[in-house]
């Protein structure tokens, strides 16, 4: 089956940690996605990523960062930089630019 | 209706009956448009899109109506089903913005058995 896996679902940290999120898709999209969901709030664009090896900021990037060396994997680091980092993470690809973006199941990232 | 804030709209329906779901957009230059729904502690499904140079595209059981004038948004669910429950929200993308959707903040559907 094709589709996007993020793994863990669940993730607890301790402040101060740097923790990373995986991201892979089998679709053969060139495109990935990071955003974040709070509660009662609509999905933020953390990073998006075209193509290998390249990565841009989207409106809430700071905190964050990505890398992008294979096409399938686009994995998110969250530092201790991130003041509000407790948030449900959606990873999502798509073929390109003007087509719909698919997402994974989130990883719901808790930081006491 | 959507809107920005910690509390989300909400719509309760009868199994069986029809639903509406609408979205007021912000960007009239947007030109691409896509509903999902999000069940709880799920990541988002693709439903039904459309483009600004269509008013209205229909799938199965879902129609989509795009009101450029008024830069209005609806999701109509046909029969709706104790599955249809949900969070449903829009998503606008303009020209020129690169990778960027923007994403509403949704309305919650709960359907009466």
Sequence with gaps: DGGITQSPKYLFRKEGQNVTLSCEQNLNHDAMYWYRQDPGQGLRLIYYSQIVNDFQKGDIAEGYSVSREKKESFPLTVTSAQKNPTAFYLCASSIGRVYEQYFGPGTRLTVT | ?113
């Design chain 2, 1 to 113: 209706g959507e809107s920005v804030g910690l509390h989300l709209p909400t719509l309760s329906v009868q199994e069986g009956d029809n639903s509406i779901i609408n979205c007021a957009y912000s960007n009239s230059a947007s030109d691409y448009f896509i509903w999902y729904k999000q069940e709880s502690g799920k990541g988002p499904q693709f439903i039904i899109d459309i483009r600004s140079n269509m008013d209205k595209r229909q799938g199965q059981r879902v129609t989509v109506l795009l009101n450029k004038t008024v830069k209005h948004l609806s999701l109509q669910i046909a029969a709706t089903q104790p599955g249809d429950s949900a969070v449903y929200f829009c998503a606008e993308k303009a020209p020129g913005t690169g990778n960027q959707f923007y994403f509403g903040t949704g309305t919650s559907l709960t359907v009466i058995p």
